[in-house]
C-alpha cells in the first residue's frame, strides 16, 4: 500500500510558494518559506554544476522549485512500512557575501532528536497522520546533505549544514530527502480522508 505524497513548491530567494503533501483522497497545502537573515542570497536549482537533472520528482517553473512526489510512473507514492529516499532532489546555492548555515523543519512536526524509525540519524522531522476511523500512523523525514548528514533544525534545535560565500570553496549543497513511514498494521487504513500531513516546511538560512 501507498501513502501519496503530492507537491511541495519553493520560491527562490525569500519568496513563499505552497503546494502539497497529500494524502490519496485530499489534496492538502505546504508553504516552504525561506527564513533567516542571509535569505535573500539563497537560490534553489534542481540540477547540478553540469546542467544534469537530479530526478523526475524536482522542478522549476516560472522561477518557482516544485518538489512532486505522486506521479513518478510506477514507483508513485511513498510506501507505507518503508523507508524512501530521493537523491539529491534539489541544490542550494548561497549567492551572498557570508557563509550561512543551512537547515530545513516544519512547525507542524516535531524536530525529533531520538527517531525510531529513520534511526540512523540525529534528528528529523516527525509527525502523526490519522485515518478516517480515528487510527494514527507516524512519519519521519530527513533532509540530508551531501554526506548524508540530516540537515533538519530550526537555527537553534537540530542541525544545519554551513554554506560559504560565494567564491568560497563549497557554497553550494545538494539536498535529499529520506522519508520513513511506521508499519501500519491491521488497523491504519490508507483508503480513507487521511488527516494530519505537514503543511509547512520552512528553509532557515541564518548567518554561519
Do not use: C, H, W
Not at 542550494?92 to 516535531?110: A, P
Request: zero cysteines; aromatic letters at 6%.
Amino acid at each position: 500500500m501507498l501513502v501519496g505524497l503530492g507537491t511541495i513548491v519553493a520560491g527562490g530567494g525569500a519568496a513563499l510558494g505552497t503546494g502539497a503533501f497529500s494524502s490519496v483522497e485530499a489534496d492538502r497545502t505546504v508553504s516552504v518559506a525561506v527564513a533567516g537573515d542571509q535569505s535573500s542570497a539563497l537560490a534553489f536549482e534542481t540540477s547540478d554544476s553540469n546542467g544534469n537533472q537530479y530526478t523526475d520528482a524536482s522542478s522549476i517553473t516560472n522561477g518557482t522549485l516544485e518538489l512532486t512526489f505522486d506521479d513518478l510512473g510506477s514507483s508513485s507514492g511513498i510506501n507505507l512500512g518503508a523507508k524512501t529516499t530521493f537523491s539529491p532532489l534539489f541544490r542550494t546555492i548561497n549567492n551572498g557575501s557570508n557563509g550561512v548555515n543551512l537547515s530545513i523543519y516544519s512547525n507542524d512536526g516535531t524536530i525529533q532528536t531520538s527517531p525510531t524509525i529513520l534511526d540512523s540519524y540525529n534528528a528529523v522531522i516527525e509527525n502523526t497522520i490519522t485515518d478516517g476511523n480515528s487510527n494514527t500512523l507516524t512519519i519521519e523525514y530527513a533532509f540530508t546533505d551531501e554526506n548524508d548528514n540530516s540537515i533538519v533544525g530550526d537555527g537553534t534545535n537540530g542541525s544545519s549544514v554551513a554554506l560559504d560565500a560565494t567564491g568560497g570553496s563549497d557554497p553550494n549543497e545538494e539536498v535529499s530527502l529520506v522519508i520513513g513511514v511506521a508499519n501500519p498494521g491491521s488497523s491504519f487504513d490508507p483508503s480513507t480522508s487521511i488527516s494530519g500531513y505537514l503543511s509547512e516546511v520552512t528553509v532557515v538560512a541564518s548567518s554561519a
